[in-house]
């Protein structure tokens, strides 16, 4: 027959004590007007030793404690061969920034990925209150979802800007706009002038970060902007001859390296006649590939700063009580620390280089 689970009860009647008292050593606190002994603290802790007991996150949270387990939810499949590359390094950083805090994480994966997608709707809420609060990461967030989670109090934080009503939402995202600014100055110094955006312009955010920071850029510099938006690589590829570019800047998940090669069956080679800057790691790197130059996004640190966010979310909402009636006015977290935009750095790689001679200038019509 399988072993009973060992309840604070049995702690207490090995201990000589009351449950309560087992409780207070557990939580490391103990109410008003209450004082808990050296030897009897250490006959409970002697006692939970003996037992084995180990406390129920679950029940710790109904009774008004905290289970020191934070939750990490994804919109998207987390181990898919695919995203290997895009999830790790945040899930990396998450375990480093978790080891330093003490704290225990949960990964939520129960939700079924449908077209690509999870939802927290349905048992998703309830599977949550295990946590003391959640991470959130994904390029296909639910909008509504994250309301629900702001409506309730729940503690959390997005992993990536995001916005919403009032300006509420935690996020720890990554400064796609000034990144993109320095490639256009960066190749504007080199002597370019017909610069080319390539990629579909969605509504994920940072797409529209990048679009903002090349219109921006390239306005500044009083250049044309142009957009080459193909999903077909070849097709991509010989758009870029038309027009003729002498550089493009690309994001990550429009297959660079694809189009570099495709661009170099076409007679042009990769700096030398079009230099291509990623707003971004490539997300399907080849073994073999070439040293992109752009920049790089600091997901490692996201994830670490993110976890390090939610902790003093969670930490200011869980005590908050307690540290009332201790006459105590709980540590707000302020808003540079709600919303945190990390810098994206720069990657010097070998695929920019100045335009070849007689290349035409920025201004003439495409």
Request: include cysteine.
């Amino acid at each position: 027959m399988p072993r009973r689970r060992i309840t604070q009860t049995d702690v207490a009647a090995m201990a000589g004590v009351s449950q309560a008292t087992v409780s207070f050593v557990l939580n490391g606190s103990t109410p008003a007007g209450v004082r808990i002994s050296e030897e009897t603290r250490q006959r409970v802790l002697d006692a939970i030793r003996i037992t084995g007991y180990t406390a129920n996150p679950a029940a710790q949270r109904l009774a008004g404690g905290l289970a020191q387990i934070l939750g990490v939810f994804t919109y998207e499949a987390t181990f898919p061969r695919a995203s290997r590359d895009f999830y790790g390094p945040f899930l990396t950083g998450i375990e480093h920034a978790a080891e330093r805090l003490g704290v225990d994480i949960l990964l939520f994966t129960s939700a079924p990925v449908a077209d690509g997608r999870r939802r927290l709707t349905r048992d998703g809420w309830q599977r949550l209150g295990v946590a003391d609060g959640c991470l959130l990461l994904g390029q296909h967030e639910h909008r509504g979802e994250l309301q629900h989670l702001l409506d309730t109090n729940y503690p959390f934080v997005f992993i990536g800007k995001r916005g919403s009503d009032g300006g509420r939402l935690p996020y720890v995202g990554a400064d796609y706009v000034g990144g993109t600014v320095r490639q256009i100055d960066r190749l504007v110094a080199h002597g370019h002038q017909r610069i080319g955006y390539v990629g579909m312009r969605g509504t994920d955010q940072p797409t529209l970060d990048r679009v903002e920071g090349y219109r921006d850029a390239m306005k500044s510099h009083g250049l044309t902007t142009r957009f080459v938006e193909l999903e077909d690589v070849a097709a991509t590829a010989a758009e870029i001859v038309d027009q003729r570019f002498t550089a493009v800047v690309v994001a990550p998940e429009n297959h660079p390296e694809e189009l570099a090669d495709e661009l170099e069956r076409r007679g042009r080679r990769v700096p030398d006649d079009v230099s291509v800057l990623l707003l971004g790691q490539p997300h399907h790197p080849r073994r073999d590939g070439r040293q992109w130059s752009g920049f790089s996004v600091p997901r490692e640190e996201m994830g670490a700063r993110a976890l390090y966010l939610l902790s003093r979310l969670v930490s200011d909402d869980g005590p908050r009580r307690e540290r009332e009636r201790d006459g105590r006015r709980p540590a707000a977290v302020t808003e540079a620390e709600l919303h945190q935009i990390l810098v994206c750095p720069d990657v010097e790689g070998a695929t920019v280089a100045p335009p070849p001679a007689g290349a035409p200038p920025g201004a003439d019509a495409p």
